[in-house]
T-cell receptor, first 111, second 113 residues
Framework: GESVGLHLPTLSVQEGDNSIINCAYS??????FIWYKQESGKGPQFIID?????DKRQGQRVTVLLNKTVKHLSLQIAATQPGDSAVYFC??????????FGQGTELSVKP | DTEVTQTPKHLVMGMTNKKSLKCEQH?????MYWYKQKAKKPPELMFV???????INESVPSRFSPECPNSSLLNLHLHALQPEDSALYLC????????????FGQGTRLTVV
């Protein structure tokens, strides 16, 4: 069946280091992917998205990479800050209006 | 205005109660969604409305009844819930169904006693 998953449930990094959060998806027909950040007690917050006709997209301090060959998605956060501590979800949209979330990675930033 | 507003923020209800969750957006989005999220789990899709019509129902029990009175409002009516229905209920909206960024509200923390 369709699934979106993450390789690591937790990630701990030092403040100032770069963070890489990975995601695997199984539906090769999906053509739109989103990364969300969810802080405790809040709803998911959009970080960055990418369509399947691209393999890289950059935002402010964040970069998303898409490898369609191996169905892999990653989120890179540059110069990680304590405010980046949260759970990060990748989500897959197959244009059917079903946004399927991965299991999430909890990012912890040590000062 | 780029917000999705959900009320109430917290709700405690008994298993025989009837209550409603409300969601509002003024971004002109024509797709609205209800998700359920248990602790330490990803959000799970429940319902999708597109142009005020129910588009997707993910086999949700009938004790959850969605309603879209107009393009800005989305309700979730609750009746005869079970303790296992306790969760964070998230509303989201997007410009259209599929292929566009979905904005989420802060959620309603529901406890069924």
């Amino acid at each position: 069946g369709e699934s979106v998953g993450l390789h690591l449930p937790t990630l701990s990094v030092q403040e100032g280091d770069n963070s890489i959060i990975n995601c695997a998806y199984s539906n090769s027909a999906s053509d739109y992917f989103i990364w969300y950040k969810q802080e405790s007690g809040k709803g998911p917050q959009f970080i960055i998205d990418i369509r399947s006709n691209m393999d890289k997209r950059q935002g402010q301090r964040v970069t998303v990479l898409l490898n369609k060959t191996v169905k892999h998605l990653s989120l890179q956060i540059a110069a990680t800050q304590p405010g980046d501590s949260a759970v990060y979800f990748c989500a897959e949209d197959n244009q059917g209006g079903k946004l399927i979330f991965g299991q999430g990675t909890e990012l912890s930033v040590k000062p | 205005d780029t917000e999705v507003t959900q009320t109430p923020k917290h709700l405690v209800m008994g298993m025989t109660n009837k209550k409603s969750l409300k969601c509002e957006q003024h971004m002109g989005h024509r797709a609205m969604y209800w998700y359920k999220q248990k602790a330490k789990k990803p959000p799970e899709l429940m319902f999708v409305y597109s142009y005020e019509k129910l588009s997707i129902n993910e086999s949700v029990p009938s004790r959850f009844s969605p309603e879209c009175p107009n393009s800005s409002l989305l309700n979730l009516h609750l009746h005869a819930l079970q303790p296992e229905d306790s969760a964070l209920y998230l509303c989201a909206s997007s410009l259209s169904q599929g292929g566009t960024e979905a904005f989420f509200g802060q959620g309603t923390r529901l406890t069924v006693v």
